[in-house]
C-alpha cells in the first residue's frame, strides 16, 4: 500500500490496566500523508496509543485500524509500519555501520546510502556499537533509521531528546525532505512542541487518557484567542466563555479562550480598546495539554 491507500482510525478506543483507564474513548482519523504532532504531559495516553497503533497490545474494548484492518499480531499492517524510541535496541554484536547493513537487507525499502549519508550529517561513527552511544547519539541513529526505511506510516517517540541544536535542525530538514521526495504519515510524539511545532500539519492534544483537541494546523491557528484590555472590559467581551489562562498586570488583563466571541463582543471590544488575537499554535497546545509553559 502506499501511504495515500493509508486511514488510521480509532473508534471508541478504551485500553485499562486493572482498574486504571489509560485512554477512554478516543476517536480520530488520520489520512496520509501527513505529519501529526501528538502532543500530551507524561500519563495522557500517548504512549499507551502508540503501543496499541503499533500492534503490542488490544484495546479493551472499541477499535484501532491502519487500513481497515487491526494492527495487532497483523504481519500485512505491520511491515509497513517502524516504531522508535528511545528505548529501541539494536543487534548489540554490530557496529552502527553493520545496523544500517542489517537494515537494508530485512527490507529493500530502506536507502542504506542515504542513511550513511545522514549519519555522516550527524557525525555518528559507524565502526561504534550502539553501546557506546550517548543519549543523543541513540536519538540521531534512531532518527537515521526511521528516515532511511520509508515506510507508509512512522511512528517517532519523542525524536529529538538529547539532541542540540544542529541535529535538530537536521532532522527538521530531513523530515521536511522526506516528505518532499517520499510522502508517507509520520505521528511524531513528544512532551512539548517548541521549535517543531512549525513541521507539523495536523496536532493531536491527549490529556488524562482523552482527546482534547485533534484537527489540522489551519484550525489550531484560530481556535483560541487571547483577550486583553481593562479588566472590567475583557471580562465583559469572555462572559459565559470557558477560560484557559488569565494573566493580570498594573491593572489589564488578559485571559484565553475559545474563539467564540459573538458579534457583540467583537463590537464591545472595539470599542473599549479590548485587543482580540489568534493564540500561536504551540501556546494552543500547552494550554488544551495542561502542559509546563
Not at 482527546?211 to 484560530?222: C, G, L, Q, S, W
Not at 491593572?251 to 482580540?276: C, P, Q, Y
Request: include cysteine; hydrophobic fraction near 40%.
Amino acid at each position: 500500500m502506499t501511504a495515500h491507500s493509508y486511514r488510521i482510525e480509532a473508534s471508541d478506543l478504551v485500553r485499562r490496566y486493572g482498574r486504571y483507564t489509560a485512554l477512554d474513548g478516543v476517536s480520530f482519523a488520520v489520512e496520509g500523508p501527513a505529519v501529526l504532532a501528538m502532543v500530551g504531559k507524561n500519563g495522557s495516553g500517548k504512549s499507551t496509543l502508540m503501543r496499541l497503533l503499533n500492534g503490542w497490545e488490544k484495546p479493551s474494548s472499541g477499535r484501532i485500524t491502519v487500513g481497515g484492518r487491526a494492527p495487532y499480531d497483523c504481519g500485512k499492517v505491520l511491515k509497513d509500519m517502524l516504531f522508535v524510541d528511545e528505548k529501541v535496541e539494536f543487534d548489540f554484536t554490530l557496529t552502527l555501520g553493520g545496523i544500517l547493513e542489517k537494515c537494508a537487507f530485512m527490507d529493500g525499502r530502506f536507502d542504506l546510502p542515504y542513511a550513511r549519508r545522514l549519519a555522516a550529517g550527524f557525525g555518528l561513527n559507524l565502526k561504534k556499537r550502539q553501546s557506546q552511544l550517548s543519549k543523543g547519539m541513540r536519538s540521531q541513529l534512531n532518527i537515521v533509521v526511521a528516515l532511511a526505511f520509508n515506510r507508509p506510516i512512522t511512528v517517532m517517540d519523542e525524536p529529538v531528546s538529547g539532541l542540540d541544536e544542529g541535529s535538530r535542525k537536521l532532522f527538521y530538514g530531513q523530515l521536511v525532505r522526506s516528505q518532499s521526495e517520499n510522502p508517507r504519515t509520520f505521528l511524531i510524539s513528544t512532551h512539548l512542541l517548541g521549535e517543531f511545532e512549525q513541521y507539523a500539519d495536523t496536532f493531536m492534544v491527549l490529556t488524562g487518557g482523552k482527546i482534547a483537541a485533534y484537527d489540522a494546523r489551519e484550525a489550531f491557528e484560530t481556535l483560541l484567542v487571547r483577550v486583553t484590555g481593562l479588566g472590567e472590559n475583557v471580562d465583559k467581551v469572555v462572559e459565559g466563555l470557558e477560560v484557559y489562562e488569565t494573566k493580570t498586570f498594573a491593572g489589564m488583563k488578559s485571559v484565553t479562550v475559545a474563539n467564540l466571541i459573538d458579534r457583540a463582543g467583537k463590537k464591545f471590544a472595539a470599542e473599549h480598546n479590548v485587543d482580540i488575537r489568534h493564540v500561536p499554535v504551540n501556546d494552543v497546545c500547552t494550554l488544551l495539554g495542561e502542559l509546563d509553559a
